[in-house]
């Protein structure tokens, strides 16, 4: 069985700070990588995916997601934050299969001035 | 470009009621999800739809029913709301398989008393 944790369930941190959002995965068989943004009373948007290639994944709002496979981790960085990235962030995992998803816990992400 | 829509986006129940909570969408995608979000446990599925005229079980649908009414309509149905069905509900569709990303609706926050 699949499964999904972010190691911090809140993390605040200063505008202009660079900020590290934790996710490990345990799983039998090859997965794909998924972070989601959840602004406050909106649903989930795709910050960015790993499918294969490059570990090194680039997405929107200047976010980027490393996935390692010997340390089963796929950590969301930020260089430089800003208050409008206050949000949830959901790291997620599924296979190759039917497409379902298996959540982390979330992380809040509070950017202070 | 509507997306995933999700009607209603508030309510409140008395235990023992039953409602449906409607999503449809218009991005011709075949699977659609519903998911249920509560605080510190992420997102879990209740049940999916991996094409049209089918419906499968996901983590939690003790207490759910659904329907796949067509290619875009899927819905969820409470047939004796209890409290702890209290949650705020999302709907997801993606065009299916491990790779693609799901596309959320805003989700519907019912309350049940």
């Known amino acids: 069985a699949q499964s999904v944790t972010q190691l911090d369930s809140q993390v605040p941190v200063f505008e202009e700070a660079p900020v590290e959002l934790r996710c490990n995965y345990s799983?039998?068989?090859?997965?794909?990588l998924f972070w989601y943004v959840q602004y406050p009373n909106q649903g989930l948007q795709l910050l960015l995916k790993?499918?294969?290639?490059?570990?090194l994944v680039k997405g929107i709002n200047g976010f980027e997601a490393e996935f390692n496979k010997s340390q089963t981790s796929f950590h969301l960085r930020k260089p430089s934050v800003h208050i409008s990235d206050t949000a949830e962030y959901f790291c997620?995992?599924?296979?190759?299969?039917?497409?379902?998803?298996?959540f982390g816990q979330g992380t809040e992400l509070s950017v202070k001035p | 470009n509507a997306g995933v829509t999700q009607t209603p986006k508030f309510q409140v129940l008395k235990t023992g009621q039953s409602m449906t909570l409607q999503c449809a969408q218009d991005m011709n995608h075949n699977s659609m999800y519903w998911y249920r979000q509560d605080p510190g446990m992420g997102l879990r599925l209740i049940y999916y739809?991996?094409?049209?005229?089918?419906?499968d079980k996901g983590e939690v649908p003790n207490g759910y029913n659904v329907s796949r009414l067509n290619k875009r309509e899927f819905s969820l149905r409470l047939e004796s709301a209890a409290p702890s069905q209290t949650s705020v509900y999302f709907c997801?569709?993606?065009?299916?398989?491990?790779?693609?990303?799901?596309?959320f609706g805003d989700g519907t926050r019912l309350s049940i008393l």
């Open positions: 790993y499918l294969s290639g490059s570990t």
């Open positions: 997801a569709s993606s065009e299916g398989g491990g790779r693609r990303p799901q596309h």
């Open positions: 739809s991996a094409s049209e005229g089918t419906t």
């Open positions: 997620a995992v599924s296979d190759s299969q039917g497409g379902k998803l298996i």
């Open positions: 799983s039998s068989v090859s997965v794909y």
